[in-house]
């Protein structure tokens, strides 16, 4: 087949864009590299059936062969983005999802839309489950990446019931592995760094705020099933493994063999107190659930930043 991935210089698209060539499909990455890197894709630029395209699918797409597949990835995602991008990141969840939407109503192609746990907020119910409506401050700083991906949900099912366009929607959970950006500012790559140089780790608030974190090979594994299901309404993808940030990172300390401290910092505004998925329906519907443990994860993401 021929597949669009957008963002897939991204931590996650890279990953998507190898399994998919892994599979022999045609891959035409689409990335503007605003937080995507070059670096995640050099391997695949000698492959004939790879393709880059530098391009911001905000301002307009358009591709000349058919295809059969999109897979919307593109939006900056991490919360030290949220104040460098905050435009950027509302334009690609709304014109930008709107372009890849109107390119596979031109395709009759299949379209899965990564949204994310951030569209539940600070969450009232732990875990959260797909029928939850969420507990959003539409306002915040947070608010640029939460309502654009629950906008762009919206979006997909208005094309999906006006136009039957073949829809799916992954709600991706804290995802971690290799090809992280160090300056992401998320939990894994900044307590990884700073334990394997020693430094501070920086904890926010007391710490007590939970996480839950799928490996990257699962988080790609999730994402195929449920593109290769007939199911139309969103579902989570993510770990049901829930720790406080104060454990994880001294679980990243002791694993990393570290003589850094523990430092506390105040917490950042509307930062979700709890984040867990119910993955229920991704059990039932996808017979997915995560397959790497926590520790076997850390392990492999420890060494990719040891060797960059």
């Known amino acids: 087949m021929k597949i669009i991935v957008t963002g897939g210089a991204g931590f996650i698209g890279a990953h998507l864009c190898e399994h998919l060539l892994n599979e022999n499909h045609k891959v035409i ?25 530098e391009k911001d699918i905000s301002d307009s ?12 990835l593109a ?4 919360p030290v983005d949220f104040k460098r991008y905050p435009i950027e990141i509302l334009k690609v969840g709304s014109y930008g999802v709107l372009n890849m939407l109107e390119l596979a109503k031109k395709n009759n192609a299949r379209f899965l839309l990564s949204s994310t746990s951030e569209v539940y907020g600070d969450p009232e119910i732990n875990p959260q489950h797909e029928d939850y409506w969420g507990h959003v401050n539409p306002i915040g700083v947070r608010s640029v990446y939460d309502e654009s991906k629950r906008f762009a949900e ?10 039957g366009l073949d829809i799916r929607i992954a709600r991706i959970f804290n995802t971690f592995g290799p090809k992280m950006r160090l300056d992401d500012g998320r939990a894994v790559p900044n307590f990884i760094d700073q334990a394997l140089n020693n430094r501070p780790i920086t904890v926010y608030g007391d710490g007590s705020q939970t996480r839950s974190f799928c490996y990257i090979s699962d988080q790609i594994d999730g994402l195929m099933k449920l593109m290769n299901s007939d199911h139309h309404l969103p579902i989570n993808i993510g770990n049901t493994q829930e720790l406080s940030i104060l454990e994880f990172a001294k679980k990243i300390k002791k694993m990393c063999n570290s003589k ?49």
């Open 154 to 163: 919206a979006l997909a099912m208005a094309y999906h019931r006006k136009h």
């Open 260 to 308: 850094s401290e523990i430092t506390f910092h105040p917490l950042p505004k509307d930062d979700p107190k709890q984040r867990r998925p119910n993955i229920s329906k991704a059990k039932k519907i996808l017979a997915w659930e995560p397959k790497v443990s926590l520790e076997k994860g850390l392990e492999k993401t420890i060494n990719y930043f040891k060797k960059d």
């Open 75 to 78: 939006s900056p995602a991490s």
């Open 61 to 72: 797409i358009s591709y000349k062969e058919k295809i059969d597949w999109i897979f919307d």
């Open 29 to 53: 990455c689409i990335d503007n590299l605003i937080t995507g890197r070059k670096e995640n894709i050099k391997e695949f630029l000698g492959n004939k059936n790879f393709e880059f395209i």
